[in-house]
């Protein structure tokens, strides 16, 4: 979420099975280089079109739980 970390653990949460065991961690952009990658694109989708656009061809499928 672009808010808070609690909407993402709620949504993890209730949609995890219990094997394979699934370890997360919210981590600061600042210390985790490659989430810059897919942190602008989540953000280019929700800006609404003139950004989602802007990915052209570059995603190809957006799955909304």
């Known amino acids: 979420s672009r808010q808070d970390d609690v909407d993402d ?23 985790e280089p490659l989430l810059w990658i897919p942190d602008g694109v989540a953000w280019a989708v929700g800006a609404g079109p003139r950004w989602s656009e802007a990915l052209g061809t570059k995603v190809s499928q957006i799955i909304e739980v």
């Open 9 to 31: 653990e709620r949504t993890i949460h209730r949609e995890r099975q219990r094997e394979p065991r699934l370890v997360f961690e919210h981590r600061r952009g600042i210390d």
